[in-house]
T-cell receptor, first 115, second 113 residues
Framework: NAGVMQNPRHLVRRRGQEARLRCSPM?????VYWYRQLPEEGLKFMVYLQKENIIDESGMPKERFSAEFPKEGPSILRIQQVVRGDSAAYFCASSPLLSRANEQFFGPGTRLTVL | AQTVTQSQPEMSVQEAETVTLSCTYDTSESDYYLFWYKQPPSRQMILVIRQEAYKQQNATENRFSVNFQKAAKSFSLKISDSQLGDAAMYFC??????????WGAGTKLIIKP
C-alpha cells in the first residue's frame, strides 16, 4: 500500500512564475491537508479538503494561493506569481475518515525555492 | 486560539540513555488529541505516539512514552534506550476541533555514540 505521494520533491521557480504542487493521498483516504514549513519552524496548517470540496482554508493566504481535490486525480496546491517568501517545504497529509483520533499520514514534502 | 510550545530547540543524549522532550500547549477545549511526530533528515513526517486527552493513562509505544499532565497542559515525550536512529527533529502537535494540527517549533535531538 503506497504512502502519500507528492511531486515534485523539489521545485525551483523564478519570481512571478506559477508553482503547482501535487499530492496523491493514500488509497482509501478521502481527506487531504496541506501544511507549510518555513526553515527552522514547525508546520503551519493551510487548507483541508475532501473530494471536490474545500472544508477549511483558514490557513491559506487570501491571494495567489488556491487548492483543489478533484473527483479524479491528485490534490493540487497552486501558487501564482510566486515571491521569495513562498520558499518553504510544503507537506500534504491524508486520513481515511473524519476523526481527530485518526493519524494524518504525511507525504515526503515538496521543497519550493523561489529565485 | 490554541498554541503549542516546545522550549528546547536542541537536546543531546548519550546512546542508550533516556531523554525527555518538553511540550506545553494552551487550549480551552476539554477533549482533544496530542501527537508527537519525528522528522528525520529525509523530512518525512512520522507519527511517534498519540494521546487522547480524556484518557488518563499515558500512551506508550515501545521505547517511547509520554507524560501527559492535563491540568498543567503538558505533554512530554520520553525516549528510553536512545538509538542512533532516533536522531531527528521532534514535533509536538495538537489536533484542534476543526481537524487542524497545530505544531510546536520542534526540538532537534542529537544522539551521541
Amino acid at each position: 500500500n503506497a504512502g502519500v505521494m507528492q511531486n515534485p520533491r523539489h521545485l525551483v521557480r523564478r519570481r512571478g512564475q506559477e508553482a503547482r504542487l501535487r499530492c496523491s493521498p493514500m488509497k482509501g483516504h478521502s481527506h487531504v491537508y496541506w501544511y507549510r514549513q518555513l526553515p527552522e519552524e514547525g508546520l503551519k496548517f493551510m487548507v483541508y479538503l475532501q473530494k471536490e470540496n474545500i472544508i477549511d482554508e483558514s490557513g491559506m493566504p487570501k491571494e495567489r494561493f488556491s487548492a483543489e481535490f478533484p473527483k479524479e486525480g491528485p490534490s493540487i496546491l497552486r501558487i501564482q506569481q510566486v515571491v521569495r517568501g513562498d520558499s518553504a517545504a510544503y507537506f500534504c497529509a491524508s486520513s481515511p475518515l473524519l476523526s481527530r483520533a485518526n493519524e494524518q499520514f504525511f507525504g515526503p514534502g515538496t521543497r519550493l525555492t523561489v529565485l | 486560539a490554541q498554541t503549542v510550545t516546545q522550549s528546547q530547540p536542541e537536546m543531546s543524549v548519550q546512546e542508550a540513555e533516556t531523554v525527555t522532550l518538553s511540550c506545553t500547549y494552551d487550549t480551552s477545549e476539554s477533549d482533544y488529541y496530542l501527537f508527537w511526530y519525528k522528522q528525520p533528515p529525509s523530512r518525512q513526517m512520522i507519527l511517534v505516539i498519540r494521546q487522547e486527552a480524556y484518557k488518563q493513562q499515558n500512551a506508550t509505544e515501545n521505547r517511547f512514552s509520554v507524560n501527559f499532565q492535563k491540568a498543567a497542559k503538558s505533554f512530554s515525550l520520553k525516549i528510553s534506550d536512545s538509538q542512533l536512529g532516533d536522531a531527528a527533529m521532534y514535533f509536538c502537535a495538537y489536533m484542534a476541533s476543526n481537524y487542524q494540527l497545530i505544531w510546536g517549533a520542534g526540538t532537534k535531538l542529537i544522539i551521541k555514540p
